[in-house]
């Protein structure tokens, strides 16, 4: 009934036009033909010569490019586009980042809508010259490579140049909006490659932001290597904060492929930790860094320590300074630490499982201990309250792990953790019942049910 209801509203929603729009007439046989005749000038022995025939025919696949696009902008209302597109052909609810959005499909592009029928994105669906901007941007060039010393030639190839430039940037950010990472990269690639050529001059400001939003689409998309590849030159135009905590997580993601990855990610972050000593960013990724190397903590900790003087309600940093007494075995301090994290997010799944963690592995710690000493004592009945020690350390870990596996049902590693811990005290007060649920739900989940 949801989904019916939704696809009602998007069609009654475009179905009250504005006053001030006039329909949008794609006069696709005009353009085709438009090119047709540039065609023509271009082996033409009395126009190929020329940078006024090469201008022309870059106008001419800009517009084929963008005869749709260019009705449609930021802020624009659904009632809006029903008056520009006409009646959509169908209606359909998709889901986006995991939120529901609203599709109307249209003969050349499909608009997306908030939960507010608000459009958020569209996508062009159809082409009217398949790769008609890169057509343009090949025209440009060739205007500029036959008579960029014209001023006035110069002049027309850099407008030409940086309308293709934008147009890129848009389709990039709208496909960003949309979650479609990969196809939102390829369209700043795009745009990044024009500000390399002949005949047009981009800010460098402008050249990191693409690098920078390419590098980031790339990762969402999980394409490591080229994030990397992008963040990393973004890097060597500007190096605000945010770029090496990019930079670390691109690499960490690459870490599967790449046994040096989390090698090369420390030197940025150590990088972005002597340009910014106080960003909790790239403390708590070099913290991580540490801990993946195996290299001493203590190199970190103070860093820490003093980040959480500044700002002691950072529950990242908190997880931080949990994550680094872990990797020294101070695992009071490291419950603590969590603690903290937890009393500032109590429905972080993160803090809740690695309290459930950090408490068992006190507990082994405990048990190896006495199992060290067994030879040591009197009777069983001493060694046995020595062990009791531990499975009281472990009971309370159950219900941080009960928590996050409440926060988040579906992640079968905490079930596991419950199984195994409500096993080992399974004479315990009600841990026999809780491991039952716990060992069904495990056989359930893995499909032994």
Known sequence: ??????????????????????????????????????????????????????????????????????????????????????????????EIAGQPYNKGI????????????????????????????????????????????????????????KKVYDE???????????????????????????????????????????????GLSYLFAK????????????????????????????FRGNAANDPEAIQKAKVYLEKGLSMYPSDTNIIESLSEAYVFLGEDPNQILSTVENALKQD???????????????????YDKAIGAFTHMAQLLPDSYIANNNLGIVYIKKAEKILDDVNARAATFASQDEYDAELSKAFVVYAEAVPFLEKAAEIDPSNLGTIELLKNVTFRIREMDGMMEKYEKYNNLYKQMTGQM
């Open 223 to 250: 394409d490591y290597p080229k994030s990397i590849e992008c963040l990393t030159a973004a890097e060597k135009i500007s190096n605000d904060a945010e770029i090496y905590y990019l930079i670390y997580h691109a």
């Open 168 to 214: 890129y940037s848009k389709t990039g950010a709208l496909y960003y909006a949309l979650a479609m990472y990969n196809e939102a990269a390829e369209q700043f690639i795009k745009a990044y490659n024009i500000t390399k050529l002949d005949g047009i001059t981009i800010p460098d400001s402008d050249i990191y932001t693409l690098l920078h939003d390419a």
């Open 312 to 330: 002691p309600n950072n529950a990242d940093m908190w997880s931080a300074l949990g994550v680094l007494y872990v990797s020294q075995e101070n």
């Open 106 to 161: 249209f003969p050349y592009v499909d608009v997306y809508l908030d939960v507010n029928n608000k459009p958020i994105s569209w996508v062009v669906t159809k082409e009217i010259y398949p790769d008609a901007l890169g057509k343009a941007t090949e025209a440009y060039s060739k205007a500029y490579q036959l008579e960029g010393s014209n001023t006035k030639v110069a002049e027309k190839v850099q407008a030409g140049l």
């Open 1 to 94: 009934m949801k989904k019916l209801f939704l696809l009602a509203t998007t069609v009654m929603l475009l179905a009250s036009p504005s006053l001030f729009a006039q329909q949008v007439n794609i006069n696709e046989k005009g353009l085709l033909k438009k090119i047709e005749r540039s065609d023509a000038d271009i082996v033409n022995p009395k126009k190929e010569n020329k940078a006024a025939t090469w201008i022309a025919r870059g106008e001419t696949f800009y517009q084929a490019a963008t005869e749709v696009s260019k009705n449609l902008y930021d802020g624009i209302d659904a009632a809006t586009v029903m008056m520009l597109f006409g009646e959509p052909t169908g209606a359909e609810v998709v």
